[in-house]
């Protein structure tokens, strides 16, 4: 067996596959000379609770089942992890209809204890945070993912993993994030949906700031614009990070601006669904790359749910690039989604074609789907 992908979902699988099989051989490849070293780790660190999701879908039952599972892991694993908690705060009273709709899917999606609070109520757990209304949603934590996958990849080597460079396999599974388009296609799967590339750039608070809030602040999601919105995130390591924007990123690897590909540039550019998701939302990609240049139009973003915030009060931080899947109508592919080719090949091939957000939060639970499939597909039944 063998997993593509050292990232947190690759390195979860495999730990999922040898639990459930402690005697499989199992290799697990990754092209960089360390784990983990992309989304897994380019990412605000929050174990989500499954607000956002539409119900019955599968990022709405294994966000709720991967943060059950993340926080006992974590606390099995001595990793170390702070339940914080969430507000998504409405500052407009045209919200308020969206804030109250996103409570009850909250409710579908069985996340627990979810309170829709008042302005008083909210400024005893965020004093400086502005806002008429909010959903209190005290079980979303912080963690540090690349710790998470380190401590996933240390399992993987108490089953007796070793170094290996010609292996063969009987099944392979890919969890190849960036680059997941272009290995399904490869193995005969339709090029749709395909993979661009955004990044999205923090913001950092000063250390003297950082108690400006407690815990994480987040809008309430515009339905009509393609990205969640810019939030407040504290870290496990005492930082606050604000942000991420949303820009296109010039490279699938493209953390800087500096970072350039030409071949994976003309990729993006000429994609179907690029082209009409930048038609539809043209203003906010304007606003984006504007909030992106030039501070004070990110700051004045932000303040809206922090007034007190000022432009000295930050540093420009890290960026991540989150593999967004497009479908050609110019629609974010928001669900998880797994693929495998047509014909006896997809009897030996799984791919993770789509997992953004909250991936590495649901990634146990993601492992436990891919296994029963895998289990499916070899023995002929799901466990």
């Not at 109250?100 to 008083?120: A, H, M, P, T």
């Not at 292996?167 to 949906?193: H, M, N």
Request: hydrophobic share 35%; charged share 20%.
């Amino acid at each position: 067996m063998v997993v593509v992908g050292g990232g947190i979902i690759g390195l979860a699988t495999a730990r999922e596959l040898l639990i459930r099989q402690p005697t499989l051989k199992l290799a697990v490849l990754e092209k960089e000379s360390l784990l983990a070293q992309h989304q897994s780790t380019h990412n605000s660190g929050v174990i989500h609770s499954g607000v956002y999701y539409v119900p019955g879908s599968l990022k709405a039952k294994l966000c709720v089942e991967g943060a059950n599972l993340m926080y006992e892991y974590c606390d099995k694993s001595k990793v170390q992890y702070k339940k914080c908690g969430k507000v998504i705060v409405a500052v407009e009273k045209n919200e308020m209809t969206r804030l109250k709709n996103l409570y009850e899917r909250g409710l579908q999606n069985g996340v627990r204890d979810i309170r829709l609070i008042s302005k008083e109520e909210l400024k005893t757990l965020e004093p400086n945070c502005e806002g008429i209304a909010a959903i209190y949603v005290p079980h979303t934590g912080i963690v540090d993912y690349g710790q998470v996958a380190k401590s996933y990849s240390e399992d993987i080597r108490n089953f007796g993993g070793s170094h290996k460079e010609n292996i063969k396999s009987r099944f392979v599974i890919t969890c190849c994030g960036l680059y997941s388009d272009r290995l399904a296609s490869k193995s005969g799967c339709e090029s749709e949906p395909k993979i661009v590339p955004f990044r999205g750039n923090y913001l950092v608070l000063r250390k003297n700031k950082s108690n400006l809030i407690n815990g994480n602040i987040y809008p309430v999601p515009n339905p009509d614009l393609p990205f969640l919105g810019v939030h407040f995130t504290p870290k496990i390591n005492g930082e606050v990070w604000l942000g991420p924007n949303a820009i296109l990123a010039l490279s699938r690897e493209g953390y800087r601006f500096t970072d350039i590909n030409p071949q994976q540039l003309m990729e993006s550019i000429s994609n179907k669904g690029l082209i009409k998701l930048l038609c539809k939302h043209w203003q906010f990609g304007i606003q984006e790359t504007i909030r992106n240049a030039f501070l004070p139009a990110q700051i004045q973003q932000l303040q809206r749910y922090v007034p007190k915030l000022q432009i000295d009060d930050v540093v420009r931080g890290p960026a991540g690039v989150r593999a967004q899947a497009l479908d050609t109508d110019g629609n974010l592919v928001d669900d998880f989604i797994f693929d495998s080719p047509p014909g006896n090949i997809g009897q030996l091939i799984l791919h993770v074609r789509n997992a953004p957000s909250p991936g590495a939060t649901s990634s146990l639970a993601i492992a436990k789907v891919i296994a029963s499939e895998i289990n499916h597909k070899l023995n002929g039944k799901k466990s």
